[in-house]
């Protein structure tokens, strides 16, 4: 859930999930790869210590 809710107000997670519907993937696969992505955009927040930078 906490993914779908990025998808529709985080614009760098929105931009990853269209690019991979686009591309021609299903959604549930675009979906699990956003929450992949999101894990590991937090896994590398928590290891160098620092806030979300959409940049």
Known sequence: MAMMS????NPVM???Y???V????HKKVALT???RKMMTI???MVRDDC???EA
């Open 6 to 9: 990025a998808i529709q107000h």
């Open 14 to 16: 929105k931009r990853f």
């Open 18 to 20: 269209q690019s991979l």
């Open 22 to 25: 686009n591309a021609g993937k």
């Open 33 to 35: 790869a956003c929450m």
């Open 42 to 44: 937090l896994n590398a």
């Open 51 to 53: 806030l979300w930078q």
